[in-house]
């Protein structure tokens, strides 16, 4: 049980997946507190500081971990959110041109619409 306890602690900092940071501390104070109870009274008292700072170890590592795992996914969503907003603006600048022209036909359109109403029904050019 102790190698398996020293092999998971040495991996334990390398997981990048949090389910899976979180399993693997999970089974490591499983493992540490089986240790610790599979040991005799007198042995537990006067190891129990041992016992205590690999908890405290493996509480700390997943704490780093998943701090450190916080922080790049709030820098990735800040950067997406960066690039969507340069896209929007891309894409709102090329709308632009078309939306003026849809305007400039609809105030035309608006133009002869009067100029028909106001002559009494009859047809006058209206050029741009």
């Given at each position: 049980?102790q190698?398996?306890?020293?092999?998971?602690?040495?991996?334990?900092?390398?997981?990048?997946?949090?389910?899976?940071?979180?399993a693997?501390?999970?089974?490591?104070?499983?493992?540490?507190?089986?240790?610790?109870?599979?040991?005799?009274?007198?042995?537990?008292?006067?190891?129990?500081?041992?016992?205590?700072?690999?908890?405290?170890?493996?509480?700390?590592?997943?704490?780093?971990?998943?701090?450190g795992?916080?922080?790049a996914?709030?820098?990735?969503?800040?950067?997406?959110?960066q690039?969507?907003?340069?896209?929007?603006?891309?894409?709102?600048?090329?709308?632009?041109?078309?939306?003026?022209?849809?305007?400039?036909a609809?105030?035309?359109?608006?133009?002869?619409?009067?100029?028909?109403?106001?002559?009494?029904?009859?047809?006058?050019?209206?050029?741009?």
């Amino acid at each position: 049980m102790q190698s398996q306890l020293e092999f998971g602690s040495a991996i334990l900092p390398g997981i990048k997946d949090p389910a899976q940071l979180a399993a693997a501390g999970q089974w490591l104070l499983d493992l540490n507190k089986r240790i610790f109870d599979a040991g005799p009274e007198d042995l537990q008292r006067s190891n129990v500081n041992t016992f205590i700072d690999f908890a405290d170890y493996v509480r700390d590592i997943i704490t780093e971990r998943l701090g450190g795992m916080s922080n790049a996914l709030e820098i990735d969503q800040a950067n997406l959110s960066q690039q969507l907003g340069a896209m929007l603006e891309v894409s709102a600048a090329g709308f632009q041109v078309p939306a003026d022209t849809m305007l400039t036909a609809a105030q035309l359109m608006f133009t002869a619409v009067q100029n028909f109403i106001n002559s009494g029904g009859q047809y006058n050019q209206v050029v741009a």
